[in-house]
């Protein structure tokens, strides 16, 4: 199947600091890029849609200056955690799909703890 | 509104036996549906999937049955193995929502050996 890399895998960060998570598509076009985030025992929740040139769309009650997302190239897309706030403290997953595709392929998580 | 409905959030099944998991779903615009399963602290990754224009997809082991007419979806494990033990999400996309997946809660598996 298809491969997604999300980078890094975990982060602590200071209070008030930005931390960057990086989706990488690594054998396909990804046009379409998701950003979800994970509470403990909880379900994935979309935070928003990003598809290559343009702005991304986001979910209701997620504030889009907080949490930047750039989707600049075909296999690249970004999630940037600005002023970061020990309740942001959570696991982010990305995942992705080609114009073509059905399946999401989905990168392997990112842990972030602010402390 | 939860529009993809997983209504336990966890199962446990002796090793050897199925594993029936159970997914709702309240959209009748979806028309592809998904299963995927996951590990703590890692992404999900695909298992089996099954589109509107059939009732059942099978995999080796995993099973996916389809009633549209109920809008429900289940998928069996059989027979199952401790390695199955995860959480597993039921997934649906179709044209509304320009085919953005929607999710369910999860279901958390135990296999007991």
């Known amino acids: 199947g298809a491969v997604v890399s999300q980078h890094p895998s975990w982060v602590i960060c200071k209070s008030g600091t930005s931390v960057k998570i990086e989706c990488r598509s690594l054998?396909?076009?990804?046009?379409?890029m998701f950003w979800y985030r994970q509470f403990p025992k909880q379900s994935l929740m979309l935070m928003a849609t990003s598809n290559e040139g343009s702005k991304a769309t986001y979910e209701q009650g997620v504030e889009k200056d907080k949490f930047l997302i750039n989707h600049a190239s075909l296999t690249l897309s970004t999630l940037t955690v600005t002023s970061a706030h020990p309740e942001d403290s959570s696991f982010y997953i990305c995942?992705?799909?080609?114009?073509?595709?059905?399946?999401?392929?989905f990168g392997s998580g990112t842990q972030l703890s602010v402390l | 509104d939860q529009q993809v409905k997983q209504n336990s959030p966890s199962l446990s099944v002796q090793e050897g036996r199925i594993s029936i998991l159970n997914c709702d779903y309240t959209?009748?615009?979806?028309?592809?549906f998904l299963w995927y399963k996951k590990y703590p602290a890692e992404g999900p990754t695909f298992l089996i999937s099954?589109?509107?224009?059939?009732d059942k997809n099978e995999d080796g082991r995993f099973t996916v049955f389809l009633n549209k007419s109920a809008k429900h979806l289940s998928l069996h494990i059989v027979p199952s193995q401790p390695g199955d033990s995860a959480v597993y999400f039921c997934?649906?996309?179709?044209?509304?929502?320009?085919?953005?997946?929607?999710f369910g809660a999860g279901t958390r598996l135990f296999v007991k050996a």
């Open positions: 054998d396909f076009q990804a046009t379409t």
């Open positions: 997934a649906a996309s179709g044209l509304t929502g320009g085919f953005k997946t929607i």
């Open positions: 959209n009748s615009m979806f028309d592809y």
């Open positions: 099954i589109s509107s224009i059939k």
């Open positions: 995942s992705a799909k080609g114009q073509t595709m059905e399946k999401l392929f």
